[in-house]
């Protein structure tokens, strides 16, 4: 089955680092597809953080990394602020599918 | 400037066809590698994508809702229309449509703000 596996939440203090896993296969990820991570605050539309697994858009602070290995990703967020409790999607495309998937989400909390 | 904007009913009934269309402007549709996208996202739950058509008019659907969905474009209005049918209450949902400029694998990179459908009778 064609999925990509997020952690539902993660947490830290403001000045924490936090990693959000993306898992996935062998038809996506592990075939060497991109991986995208989304940004969305609530009661907004997601906006693009990291594209082709490791750059940053212009305007993105470099606070946001991300890494992929084999069939999983990940994004890193240095240096925790308050702003950045959001919902963060990973995205790649599926070549049993023929289409795009997300994952599942992951709710960053600042405490 | 790349802008982005879904338009279609609010309500509709179950059995009903749904009708969303996709208004853009700042790019074309018809520039090689550009394609845009429908995605969903019921209250409370993640995201999920539904449909992408591309500027050679190849069509991808959602393998679990290919039999209900259909993408098409019109270059020359810059729009982008999805319809869905026989809907029912589980897709109720906002529905963004969204840009990728470097294929059907490439990056989101600039969404509409979204559109609520409720389905109810």
């Known amino acids: 089955q064609s999925v990509l596996t997020q952690p539902p939440s993660v947490s830290g203090a403001p000045g924490q680092r936090v990693i959000i896993s993306c898992t996935g296969s062998?038809?996506?990820?592990?075939?060497?597809?991109?991986v995208h991570w989304y940004q969305q605050l609530p009661g907004t539309a997601p906006k693009v953080l990291i594209y082709?697994?490791?750059n940053r858009p212009s305007g993105v602070p470099d606070r946001f990394s991300a890494s992929k290995s084999g069939t999983s990703a990940s994004l890193a967020i240095t240096g925790l602020q308050a702003e950045d409790e959001a919902d963060y999607y990973c995205?790649?495309?599926?070549?049993?599918?023929?289409?795009?998937?997300f994952g599942g989400g992951t709710k960053v909390t600042v405490l | 400037q790349v802008t982005l904007r879904e338009s279609g009913p609010a309500l509709v009934k179950p059995t009903q066809t749904l009708t969303l269309t996709c208004t853009f402007s700042?790019?074309?549709?018809?520039?090689?590698?550009?394609?845009v996208s429908w995605i969903r996202q019921p209250p409370g739950k993640a995201l999920e994508w539904l449909a992408l058509?591309?500027?050679?008019?190849?069509?991808y659907y959602r393998t679990s809702l290919k039999t209900r969905l259909t993408i098409s474009k019109d270059t020359s209005k810059n729009q982008v229309v999805l319809t869905m049918t026989n809907m029912v209450p589980v897709d109720t949902a906002t529905y963004y449509c969204?840009?990728?400029?470097?294929?059907?694998?490439?990056?989101?990179?600039?969404w509409g703000q979204g559109t609520l459908v409720t389905v109810s009778s």
């Open positions: 969204a840009r990728s400029w470097r294929g059907n694998s490439g990056d989101l990179d600039h």
């Open positions: 700042g790019f074309s549709l018809s520039t090689s590698g550009v394609c």
């Open positions: 058509i591309d500027w050679d008019d190849d069509k």
């Open positions: 062998s038809s996506n990820i592990g075939a060497g597809y991109d």
């Open positions: 082709d697994n490791n």
């Open positions: 995205q790649s495309y599926d070549n049993s599918l023929r289409g795009s998937l």
